[in-house]
């Protein structure tokens, strides 16, 4: 017999999150399965995290044999798993230092100590770092402050302060707004929860050449965008800009919570005493990291996710071309935004959640596509008739 879990969450649970009315309780792949047994394919990946699909066999057999060897130390020893994830990170990225902790938002708490670090030792103080609008950077106090969306800000005031906003993919914004109080500029490559906004070819080396000329870092928030979920094991390299510091979370740990931050070498300004987490770099969460990772690059998912980019990018203008609703579709790698002309997204994807397909309302007028980067052809044609299906019905 099932428990009434929708009726135990609402006498239970913080009602800060507007669920679909959907309990799931099994996961493989591209599929997920609700308490009463009905398949959906997940085009969400618990929010862009599942990139090496659901339940990944080598992923689950990595956590289960930590599981069973050891869980967590604290960081006052050495942990090998830790040293693993460490070394393959940064052996497959521009970057030369890491810190590991448990979440995308304390990634980016870590960065931006480093950098007001940074400034406080090496460019007289400066403090203050440019992020655009329409940024997420995450909920915890600091990174509220660097979101670029006076939603996630106005009820907390008073917010830390030493950010300015500027408008993303704007060059001009940024040199204004840069002064001798800036430290560095804090981009995510492609704005993903407001609104999977790509910027133009060569904004980001332009943005590079700005810090580099002023003395300042560039921080990629790359949580999202980040393990390959842009058709490169880093977004960086999808627009050829290496950043002083990067930040990841998300896909990094294969479904489990774990973010980091990484830096090169100059822009190391932490002494010992800094910055630190208990459970930062755990031994169980870095194995399911490391595991992942290893996973990605030796099954070449960035290759995969290239050739289904252009899967999507063929059938979505198809559907686009089918339905005047459709206004715009945008996106790299299996990173998709469709874009409507009138606020029908809840209702789209309720329907297409009846139709056994998982997709995020990104907008009132915009959903969001983001499945496992393992999902194949047939799994997505299959998810896209599900959406004609479903834009068929909305509009019948
Ligand atoms: C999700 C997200 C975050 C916050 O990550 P959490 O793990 O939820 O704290 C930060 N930055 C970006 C770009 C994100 O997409």
């Not at 339940?55 to 060897?69: D, G, L, M, P």
Request: aromatic letters at 10%.
């Amino acid at each position: 017999m099932s428990k009434d879990w929708k009726e135990i969450e609402s006498n239970y649970y913080m009602f800060v999150v507007k669920r679909q009315p959907i309990v799931i309780v099994k996961g493989e792949g591209t599929y997920v399965w609700d308490d009463n047994g009905k398949e959906y394919i997940d085009f969400t990946s618990g929010w862009a995290v599942n990139n090496v699909g659901h339940s990944n066999k080598y992923v689950s057999k990595a956590i289960s044999e930590q599981a069973n060897t050891l869980l967590q130390t604290s960081n006052q020893f050495y942990t090998v798993p830790q040293l693993k994830l460490a070394e393959i990170l940064v052996e497959n990225s521009c970057l030369d230092k890491i810190f590991i902790c448990n979440s995308g938002t304390e990634a980016n708490e870590g960065a931006i100590k480093l950098a007001r670090k940074f400034g406080k030792k090496n460019l007289n103080n400066a403090f203050e770092i440019i992020t655009a609008f329409n940024s997420f950077h995450g909920r915890t106090m600091m990174s509220v402050a660097a979101t670029g969306q006076p939603k996630y800000q106005d009820i907390f005031q008073p917010i830390p302060t030493g950010f300015k906003h500027v408008n993303y993919n704007d060059l001009e914004e940024i040199k204004k707004a840069t002064d001798d109080k800036t430290v560095a500029v804090m981009l995510e490559p492609v704005q993903g929860e407001g609104g999977v906004n790509i910027p133009d070819k060569n904004y980001l080396k332009n943005v590079r050449k700005w810090c580099d000329e002023n003395g300042i870092l560039l921080i990629f928030d790359e949580v999202q965008t980040g393990l390959g979920r842009l058709g490169k094991l880093f977004g960086y390299q999808v627009f050829d800009v290496e950043p002083d510091i990067m930040t990841l979370a998300k896909g990094l740990g294969g479904g489990v919570p774990i973010g980091a931050f990484l830096a090169k070498d100059q822009a190391c300004a932490f002494d010992p005493g800094d910055h630190g987490s208990t459970f930062g770099g755990n031994a169980l969460t870095c194995s399911a990291a490391f595991a992942s990772t290893e996973y990605i690059i030796n099954e070449k998912i960035v290759d995969k996710v290239s050739k289904m980019e252009n899967y999507f990018r063929n059938e979505l203008n198809k559907i686009k071309n089918e339905f005047e609703i459709i206004q715009d579709i945008r996106g790299i790698g299996l990173l998709w935004a469709i874009q409507f002309n009138s606020e029908i997204s809840a209702d789209l994807v309720s329907i297409c959640n009846d139709n056994g397909l998982l997709t995020n309302p990104l907008r009132p007028d915009a959903i969001r596509l983001m499945p496992p980067l393992t999902v194949s052809i047939d799994e997505a044609s299959k998810a896209f008739n599900i959406l004609k299906k479903s834009l068929d019905k909305l509009s019948s």
